[in-house]
Nanobody, 121 residues
């Protein structure tokens, strides 16, 4: 069984930064690619970023590329999402997920409960 717990969300002004963390339980963390997704009210869940199981490959949605950075520490069973230059349109519940590392959320087997990020203008 794999459990994911996100933290680090909050309220920030436009242009500010936040770092999200996702702590993963289970001894198989390093075998999963990890992804971050987000869902705004009334919208579908969308891909944000993904990282391969070793951390050597990363992928980003066009809307966050250059502003967000995904990383992982397999020794700490944790994946991070550093978010800089935040915009009001980044406001959403952010979820981390363990699975294939694809853009498609249905390719992920395990999900966290989500953490709210609110960016004020």
């Amino acid at each position: 069984q794999v459990q994911l717990v996100e933290s680090g969300g909050g309220l920030v002004q436009a242009g500010g930064s936040l770092r999200l963390s996702c702590a993963v339980s289970g001894r198989t963390f390093s075998s999963y690619a990890m992804g971050w997704f987000r869902q705004a009210p009334g919208k579908e869940r969308e891909f944000v970023a993904a990282i391969s199981w070793r951390g050597g490959s990363t992928y980003y949605a066009a809307s966050v590329k250059g502003r967000f950075t995904i990383s992982r520490d397999n020794a700490k069973n944790t994946v991070y999402l550093q978010m800089n230059s935040l915009k009001p349109e980044d406001t959403a519940v952010y979820y981390c997920a363990a699975g294939s590392g694809a853009v498609d959320p249905y390719k992920y087997s395990y999900w966290g409960q989500g953490t709210q990020v609110t960016v004020s203008s």
